[in-house]
């Protein structure tokens, strides 16, 4: 389980990645592709397949699972926006200041509703999620934009 929190300036997420709530690993859950700022959180191979299409949109839309408990779904941060994907290729526009998503959404989304910066509110979250730990990772739009520039 995971959370990721996002403003229209950067992305935040916990560092927790589980299988069948057993296997837990700390890793990276936020990640530039093609000047974008992207945290995903659901089934990994519903991710992967996600992930794989925005860096090759035209290996064709992949097929993700029906199956309510799995799947996933995803912020996306670019310079026209903040947007939502949840088991599908098309984006739905954020028109709140901010968003959040994963099991600690709801923890994350109070701590930014009280004033906190996505950073706080993914440490917040850690404090009741079960599912989310430390550190938090931080990536802000401005390196997603440079990064590109660089050729990365």
Excluded at 1 to 26: G, K, L, Q
Excluded at 52 to 77: C, M, Q, T, Y
Excluded at 82 to 89: D, E, G, H, I
Excluded at 99 to 105: E, T, Y
Aim: charged share 25%; with cysteine.
């Amino acid at each position: 389980m995971t959370t990721i929190v996002a403003n229209y300036r950067e992305m935040c997420a916990d560092s927790c990645t589980s299988w069948d709530s057993e296997f837990i690993i700390a890793q990276d859950k936020i990640e530039i592709i093609d000047r974008q700022v992207v945290g995903c959180a659901g089934s990994t191979p519903d991710i992967t397949k996600f992930t794989h299409w925005l860096r090759d949109p035209a290996s064709g839309v992949p097929e993700f699972s029906d199956d309510d408990d799995k799947g996933f779904i995803a912020l996306v941060l670019n310079e026209r926006g903040l947007f939502l994907y949840a088991n599908s290729v098309r984006p739905m526009r954020v028109t709140e200041p901010f968003a959040a998503i994963g099991s600690g959404g709801s923890a994350a989304k109070a701590a930014m509703l009280a004033g906190k910066p996505p950073r706080v509110a993914v440490h917040i979250a850690t404090l009741c999620d079960k599912n989310s730990k430390l550190p938090v990772q931080r990536v802000r739009l401005a390196q997603a934009l440079r990064a590109r520039k660089a050729g990365v």
